[in-house]
């Protein structure tokens, strides 16, 4: 009798219980077993919305009326596997434990549990120890005399910072048991990031061989805010993919498993798995001196190009905004941010941009500002600043009687913007997307309430220098629909006479290098400067990161396409004695 | 032979090493036990700061010149116990480990770890399980012939979300093993809410009696951004509370352990703990139909006052600013976060305020804020924005043919407000307070880059309701700071002709009940209705709430005042299907 697995990527707004509802009863009567991804039936992460009351009834309503519904089912040769939430409740109906699970749903019957989450992943974004409580055991599922080990997600991996390997422990229990699987099933909502891909086929290669089966990997699709999931779920059958799924995309795949059933060659010695490090996949090359910043593959740009899209889609979905607007500057952040939008715009969805020159804005910015949007079609709205950055400057001579200079008069150009920048959003209900870099975000080379502005963040976890490789990927791919002039010119803000970045900071490649390495390696001063720095560069860019915390702190939602980003996994006191990190 | 118990009640900046190395070299050669708080080594909470290897080295660096100082200490009747980090690091450097302990101090032969922290708080603001690893063990510590039993700061309590009552085990132990002790000591580093004293000693009072031993309670003071560390320190001994050290300051007291020893009644039946409802303390009175807010008491607005400009004054000096901002509207959240700056200013700091009004702006609003900062003697800046008001307004109009008006005209006041505020801290170099109150930031009742600007809240954590409670206390001690006028007016934003806050939004009693329900009890629609609330108020309260969350994701750090705030322990997805909160 074969056995099929049909995967089901699925793609559900957080809490649509209606719509999982419907997916779900879609498989009613097909023979095989449909897998579905973790937390399945509400979507991850939920965060607090866990414990809130209403939430909890919803979820047990609606679990209820799927279990009538599986009851209400013919028995027959099929069942499904899929995450979802288990409440242990107080009297009064407050959450007391809340488990991370697998249900099976049985026609006939109704849902069963089979399986506890072990491993509660609590690291950088992850709080999962904050809500859940961890399962204790293994759970070795039958289906058509077919034996599956079953993991959840963070299961599957192994690291220094947990105390636990579920891998091992269920290795161990199968030798002991003398149990032999058809499959390691794991069900997943694992976020991506650029290095990520690699790392799952490579550790589901060794779990295949280690447990000699097939090793079926689960994952949902979904932008929640900042953290991406891009589904990609696959079946690796020993060194070999059998089967992968789209990324960013909902899909369905089905497989006979007997064509994936072999025996494989020896098991290896189990590897261990993750450190710190690892978590955190840092990418400097120290082999050079100085260290630089790994550069991306064609193909890593392309998912990356990919992450960003499906990010800002899905933000602008579920906020329900149908219509966008960029602030151009001229320069290259905020003309990515609109290539980037424009390349994936929808029919019934509008672009605007606007271009707001202050007096130190030069002509070549209104040119190339100009011809991007004559060249793709966008409208473009020409707002000088010049009158009402002068009405302040006058105002505040004739109240203070001091004229203002220097960053004062900077800041305010950007404050003028921003609030005009709001102000045509809020006429037209337009979502402002921010155009700020990581690199910029890093130094505090932003200003508050000023160029910083936006619903969301589409750049904010690209450094400068992968701004600029994102770019050269996106001119060859798309037939350079960013003006040349704009990538040639040096970075500048533009906010006083003859202002380019290089004259306040490193040149962008070395101080991405050294970003990285306070921000992915968590290194102090000595640490980079062996790293192949100057002590004076590396104190100037350290001083601007520790001193400009507090702008971080009230940033709009990062798209997350790195293991360590900016944003909610990243997590900083503003105040604190800073001299820790010059001593040593 | 007596003994002395040193309760230290420190305060220092996070990683201030040396400042920390000093307060303790002063108890050299004074016999007695010496007790310093929860992580009295680093400062508390940290966050990510535990990885940094830049902190790491340094913490480790000066872990080994305390241990050397010890060591050279001439022997005697004297030790400390003191909270500290322990870490456990791979061959690289990278931390596997980090535990929460005690070390005790021992002259003549350095630091020896007594104790690791069992219960590990991971609710709200709390992450601790995402750095820490726990303990195992319960401590008894011999000193001067007298046994403690060891705790830190979480291990007192015990609750439904969690798994471990290290009390319980310890009392298990001592029973056992016929243990019995003269005291137990807990070093804590617990944050301030206004609720939470009487929670403390009521806890301290019913171990004390399960102990049959005084309960020595050690906090820490320190405004950490949004947390608060009160002190207050006390010795429990029976139900009698013997010692209680300063609130908001560091504090020294020391005490004759015999004058507290003593056989107490018989110890009560051990009393379950906290629940997720006792950890968020909620303060609706539903005795009442409609369910209302309980109203502070004299001594609670002296505390939540206290706590205020003590936050307020700890980020003022930790981020170097010794100039403060005020936007005054002539209303009541601008004016009460003027008269409590006003109230703790130091002689070296300055104030400013200034008032900004447009076209809606009443001349009564004029005339109230003129007369609060002439009586308070605080320079008031005048800077109206009709000008630039229409200045944009008929710029918009020639640029996009379409005039705005409504909400859009509303939104550009107050982010040209928000504009020139900056423009002007920017020029003094003033730190900018926000004036924003809990209940507008529950409904999203401000603008994003305008009114919701500043660098810290003050009442972000106190509904109105609370606002005008502190308010009438505030006038009361304080010989009314605040004109009367102020305080008589109805709520309004000014922003459009004879605006009132109650146009839009139920009465606030009202409101802040139903937000309460909402934040503290995680209550939905029906079961706010259930405590006497019309649906439609509920309703159209619970739609402002679920569409502003993106605007709460950007705001400022929070002063927290009680168990539930927004802020960092808050934490909500922005982007879900919100029909979850309607059917339930």
Same mark, same amino acid.
């Given at each position: 009798?074969?056995?099929?697995?049909?995967?089901?990527?699925?793609?559900?707004?957080?809490?649509?219980?209606?719509?999982?509802?419907?997916?779900?009863?879609?498989?009613?009567?097909?023979?095989?077993?449909?897998?579905?991804?973790?937390?399945?039936?509400?979507?991850?992460?939920?965060?607090?919305?866990?414990?809130?009351?209403?939430?909890?009834?919803?979820?047990?309503?609606?679990?209820?009326?799927?279990?009538?519904?599986?009851?209400?089912?013919?028995?027959?040769?099929?069942?499904?596997?899929?995450?979802?939430?288990?409440?242990?409740?107080?009297?009064?109906?407050?959450?007391?434990?809340?488990?991370?699970?697998?249900?099976?749903?049985?026609?006939?019957?109704?849902?069963?549990?089979?399986?506890?989450?072990?491993?509660?992943?609590?690291?950088?974004?992850?709080?999962?120890?904050?809500?859940?409580?961890?399962?204790?055991?293994?759970?070795?599922?039958?289906?058509?005399?077919?034996?599956?080990?079953?993991?959840?997600?963070?299961?599957?991996?192994?690291?220094?910072?947990?105390?636990?390997?579920?891998?091992?422990?269920?290795?161990?229990?199968?030798?002991?048991?003398?149990?032999?699987?058809?499959?390691?099933?794991?069900? &997943? +909502?694992?976020?991506?990031? !650029?290095? *990520?891909?690699?790392?799952?086929? %490579?550790? /589901?290669?060794? $779990?295949?061989? #280690?447990?000699?089966?097939?090793?079926?990997?689960?994952?949902?699709?979904?932008?929640?805010?900042?953290?991406?999931?891009?589904?990609?779920?696959?079946?690796?059958?020993?060194?070999?993919?059998?089967?992968?799924?789209?990324?960013?995309?909902?899909?369905?795949?089905?497989?006979?498993?007997?064509?994936?059933?072999?025996?494989?060659?020896?098991?290896?010695?189990?590897?261990?798995?993750?450190?710190?490090?690892?978590?955190?996949?840092?990418?400097?090359? &120290? +082999?050079?001196?100085?260290? !630089?910043? *790994?550069?991306?593959?064609?193909? %890593?740009? /392309?998912?990356? $190009?990919?992450? #960003?899209?499906?990010?800002?889609?899905?933000?602008?979905?579920?906020?329900?905004?149908?219509?966008?607007?960029?602030?151009?500057?001229?320069?290259?952040?905020?003309?990515?941010?609109?290539?980037?939008?424009?390349?994936?715009?929808?029919?019934?969805?509008?672009?605007?941009?606007?271009?707001?020159?202050?007096?130190?804005?030069?002509?070549?910015?209104?040119?190339?500002?100009?011809?991007?949007?004559?060249?793709?079609?966008?409208?473009?709205?020409?707002?000088?600043?010049?009158?009402?950055?002068?009405?302040?400057?006058?105002?505040?001579?004739?109240?203070?009687?001091?004229?203002?200079?220097?960053?004062?008069?900077?800041?305010?150009?950007?404050?003028?913007?921003?609030?005009?920048?709001?102000?045509?959003?809020?006429?037209?209900?337009?979502?402002?997307?921010?155009?700020?870099?990581?690199?910029?975000?890093?130094?505090?080379?932003?200003?508050?309430?000023?160029?910083?502005?936006?619903?969301?963040?589409?750049?904010?976890?690209?450094?400068?220098?992968?701004?600029?490789?994102?770019?050269?990927?996106?001119?060859?791919?798309?037939?350079?629909?960013?003006?040349?002039?704009?990538?040639?010119?040096?970075?500048?803000?533009?906010?006083?006479?003859?202002?380019?970045?290089?004259?306040?900071?490193?040149?962008?490649?070395?101080?991405?290098?050294?970003?990285?390495?306070?921000?992915?390696?968590?290194?102090?001063?000595?640490?980079?400067?062996?790293?192949?720095?100057?002590?004076?560069?590396?104190?100037?860019?350290?001083?601007?990161?520790?001193?400009?915390?507090?702008?971080?702190?009230?940033?709009?939602?990062?798209?997350?396409?790195?293991?360590?980003?900016?944003?909610?996994?990243?997590?900083?006191?503003?105040?604190?004695?800073?001299?820790?990190?010059?001593?040593?």
């Amino acid at each position: 009798m074969k056995t099929i697995l049909h995967l089901h990527q699925t793609h559900h707004t957080l809490a649509d219980f209606e719509s999982i509802f419907k997916t779900l009863a879609q498989i009613s009567g097909i023979d095989g077993l449909h897998l579905f991804p973790e937390l399945y039936l509400t979507g991850y992460p939920l965060q607090d919305l866990v414990l809130q009351r209403p939430f909890i009834d919803s979820y047990l309503a609606f679990f209820e009326e799927l279990n009538l519904w599986a009851k209400k089912q013919k028995a027959g040769n099929w069942r499904a596997l899929l995450g979802g939430l288990h409440y242990e409740l107080e009297e009064s109906g407050l959450p007391v434990k809340i488990r991370n699970v697998i249900y099976e749903v049985i026609p006939g019957e109704g849902l069963k549990i089979l399986y506890t989450k072990r491993l509660l992943p609590n690291y950088d974004i992850f709080d999962e120890e904050k809500y859940f409580a961890a399962g204790a055991q293994n759970t070795f599922y039958e289906f058509n005399r077919e034996i599956f080990g079953l993991l959840i997600c963070e299961d599957m991996w192994t690291s220094s910072v947990h105390d636990l390997d579920p891998c091992h422990l269920m290795h161990l229990e199968m030798k002991e048991k003398n149990i032999k699987v058809s499959g390691i099933i794991n069900l &997943s +909502a694992s976020p991506f990031d !650029v290095a *990520k891909k690699h790392k799952r086929f %490579e550790r /589901a290669r060794n $779990l295949s061989l #280690l447990f000699n089966s097939p090793f079926i990997y689960l994952n949902r699709v979904g932008g929640e805010d900042e953290v991406l999931f891009d589904g990609g779920s696959f079946v690796m059958a020993g060194p070999k993919l059998h089967l992968e799924l789209k990324y960013f995309e909902a899909d369905s795949k089905s497989i006979d498993l007997s064509l994936v059933k072999s025996e494989y060659e020896e098991a290896p010695a189990f590897k261990p798995g993750n450190t710190w490090e690892g978590l955190f996949s840092p990418q400097l090359d &120290s +082999a050079q001196t100085p260290a !630089v910043l *790994k550069s991306w593959s064609d193909d %890593e740009c /392309a998912e990356v $190009l990919k992450a #960003l899209q499906f990010g800002f889609q899905e933000y602008a979905r579920k906020n329900g905004f149908k219509k966008f607007l960029v602030a151009l500057s001229g320069g290259m952040d905020s003309a990515m941010v609109l290539a980037i939008i424009h390349l994936c715009l929808k029919k019934d969805q509008d672009l605007e941009a606007i271009y707001m020159p202050s007096i130190h804005s030069s002509p070549l910015s209104t040119q190339l500002s100009e011809k991007m949007c004559a060249s793709l079609g966008i409208p473009l709205a020409y707002f000088p600043i010049k009158f009402l950055h002068s009405a302040v400057k006058n105002a505040f001579v004739s109240q203070f009687k001091e004229p203002f200079e220097g960053l004062t008069d900077e800041n305010v150009q950007s404050r003028l913007r921003g609030t005009l920048l709001y102000t045509r959003s809020n006429q037209t209900g337009a979502m402002v997307i921010n155009t700020s870099n990581k690199s910029e975000l890093a130094v505090g080379y932003s200003t508050q309430y000023g160029d910083s502005v936006g619903a969301l963040s589409l750049l904010g976890d690209l450094y400068k220098s992968e701004v600029y490789r994102l770019a050269r990927f996106i001119q060859e791919k798309y037939n350079s629909p960013i003006p040349a002039g704009i990538i040639e010119r040096g970075p500048s803000a533009e906010l006083r006479e003859n202002q380019l970045d290089q004259d306040s900071l490193p040149p962008y490649e070395r101080l991405d290098a050294i970003l990285e390495g306070i921000l992915s390696y968590r290194l102090g001063k000595k640490q980079i400067i062996g790293l192949g720095f100057r002590e004076e560069e590396v104190t100037k860019v350290l001083n601007l990161y520790l001193k400009t915390e507090y702008k971080r702190a009230q940033f709009c939602p990062i798209l997350k396409v790195k293991s360590k980003s900016f944003g909610f996994g990243y997590r900083m006191p503003i105040s604190k004695n800073l001299s820790y990190q010059f001593n040593s």
